[in-house]
């Protein structure tokens, strides 16, 4: 393993067995995503079969890729390791000597191989549910960022290359309404890869009251492809579920709720079957989410939802269309000072997406995050030169570490269930489209929501089907009928910050804060911000056998 002339590599796989192994010849390939006989084809063809390769026809072959993937290949000379440009697919490697280590999960790594804390990064996941940039909860274990591949040879040092670059910030100069022409052919595009994929399987919609999942299912229904189904879950009468029974009943499609309320989160949160998606799921590097877990174990249950069938759901629309452009206050319209500039902008990205705890939001963690996030800018090698980039670079920031990360972990869920999914809304020509709109068309999602009400698919989008939020469950808008004048005078602050910690509870849709109970939520000084910060505890007891708050995580021993 020390010999300069010899590389070794080692894959651990996960306990999803979602990776299938193939060989030819002397490769070993290693594949998971949704296509993954295509993929292995492929690379025989172009890459296997070739004596010599070199970086720039790496990047030719994974970038002509568009598909939802994790690849590597092992050979006696080389090694390579790629995910997609979204990273749907995690891979996790760490160097020792001339031996590298590659899994799905960091934790793997860690186990296998002692590994030290990354302090600084411990405290990113603490704060926000994931890390930054490469990094993951230890020391030398790094993450293959989203359109990213790893390249290792016996004639070059390791390499990672950036193949794939989504820059919301390259502009095209033309007129609204070529946008729109473009956007709609976008549309069709990914919805006949999404029906060509599925291959007349059940495809099964999570539809809720919003644009992502509807834009889903209303154009499977203009394709005429009728094997759909929908599905909807969260506490009873939620406006959410009201919106997902019309509109799948609209379009035809048959449609179940799951309640979710406390008594059942709690029962669920305490059984093995929980305890073992825990420990199948948390990586390392983002918490793992639970939107819809309970769902999924009460759907296969009554056999609505079957181990064929494809599950569907809209990440990440909403965040590629524009709606997660944040309001710009307090900085420079020009940049005269570049670090600045780039502390202003930090501090902006640092307050929406690092607030996880309140007790946490101290100048030294701050510090620690806003020099993990500028470290990670400034590597990107992006000419940051004017102030038209300022939006661009909060979601540049947010792609690479919360979507990439935290978001598409949900996929983790259906794999630890057995079921196949699609993500057509993380298709790489929608997102290089949705990099060159200008923001004045991104912004409030303006050009996203014309151009699906101009389509009309389905017949689901006219005034009729605008759905306006209200709280569930109704004894809860009573409560907090009676309670909110008290805050009159108060202040709107002081009246969030009740709502959160005493109300929050019982108004959460899937119920996610009942993993504890009641009175340990309230008696919490350290001022969680949602359920997620209650699972991020969670995440980092799995990960490191401790927590920061030294919480006792027996998980439902404690909701007795």
């Known amino acids: 393993m020390s010999n300069k002339n010899n590389i070794t590599a080692e894959f651990i796989p996960d306990t999803l067995d979602n990776w299938v192994k193939y060989t030819y010849g002397t490769y070993v390939i290693w594949l998971s995503g949704d296509n993954n006989k295509e993929i292995y084809n492929y690379l025989i063809k172009k890459l296997l079969i070739k004596e010599k390769v070199n970086l720039n026809y790496i990047n030719k072959i994974i ?32 160097k020792i000597n001339n031996n590298l280590i590659l899994s799905p999960q960091a934790r793997n790594i860690a186990n296998k191989y002692q590994s030290k804390v990354d302090e600084n990064q411990l405290i990113a996941f603490q704060m926000s549910g994931y890390t930054i940039d490469e990094g993951t909860l230890w020391q030398g274990i790094n993450n293959i960022n989203p359109g990213y591949y790893l390249f290792y040879s016996i004639e070059s040092n390791l390499y990672l290359k950036k193949y794939y670059f989504y820059e919301p910030w390259e502009f095209k100069t033309q007129p609204y309404d070529k946008f729109k022409e473009e956007l709609k052919i976008k549309i069709k595009e990914l919805l006949e890869k999404l029906v060509k994929k599925a291959n007349g399987r059940t495809i099964a919609i999570p539809l809720s009251a919003g644009l992502d999942s509807r834009l889903v299912a209303s154009g499977l229904k203009d394709l005429n492809y009728v094997n759909v189904k929908c599905y909807s879950y969260g506490l009873k009468n939620n406006y959410e579920s009201r919106a997902s029974k019309i509109i799948a009943k609209t379009l035809g499609y048959d449609w179940e ?42 759907l296969l249950k009554r056999r609505f939802l079957k181990k064929e069938d494809i599950i569907v759901n809209g990440n990440s629309g909403d965040f590629i269309t524009g709606g997660h452009i944040p309001h710009i206050e307090n900085i420079p319209k020009k940049i005269t000072n570049i670090n600045l500039f780039l502390n202003a902008l930090i501090e902006k990205h640092f307050d929406k997406h690092y607030s996880l705890w309140n007790s946490l939001k101290s100048e030294k963690n701050k510090k620690v995050i806003k020099e993990l996030l500028l470290k990670q800018l400034k590597k990107s090698s992006y000419n940051i030169s004017d102030n038209f980039m300022i939006e661009g670079i909060f979601e540049f920031l947010e792609y690479e570490n919360r979507q990439a990360k935290f978001v598409n972990n949900c996929q983790r869920l259906f794999e630890a269930y057995g079921f196949n999914w699609c993500l057509p809304l993380w298709d790489k020509s929608f997102m290089t489209f949705w990099s060159s709109v200008p923001l004045k068309y991104k912004f409030n999602q303006k050009l996203y929501k014309e151009t699906l009400f101009e389509l009309n698919m389905g017949k689901v989008w006219g005034e009729n089907y605008n759905y306006k939020y209200f709280v569930s469950p109704y004894w809860m808008r009573i409560i907090r009928f009676l309670t909110k004048p008290f805050f009159v005078f108060l202040g709107k602050n002081k009246w969030h910050r009740f709502e959160k910690k005493y109300l929050s509870y019982w108004m959460d849709n899937i119920c996610g804060e009942s993993i504890f109970s009641y009175l340990d939520i309230i008696k919490n000084k350290n001022g969680a911000r949602h359920y997620i910060s209650w699972f991020t505890i969670i995440a980092e ?20």
């Open 257 to 298: 709720f799951v309640e979710i309320n406390q008594n059942q989160a709690k029962e669920y949160f305490a059984s093995l079957e929980y305890k073992n998606f825990i420990s199948k799921t948390v990586d390392g590097c983002a918490t793992t989410t639970i939107q819809g877990l309970l769902a999924l174990d009460v």
């Open 541 to 560: 007891n799995m990960n490191l056998g401790k927590n920061w708050q030294n919480i006792d995580l027996d998980y439902g021993k404690k909701n007795k």
């Open 63 to 94: 970038n002509n890729l568009d598909d939802h993937f994790g690849i590597i290949i092992i050979s006696k000379k080389w090694i390579l390791a790629a995910v997609d440009c979204a990273r749907t697919i995690p891979i996790f490697w760490k």
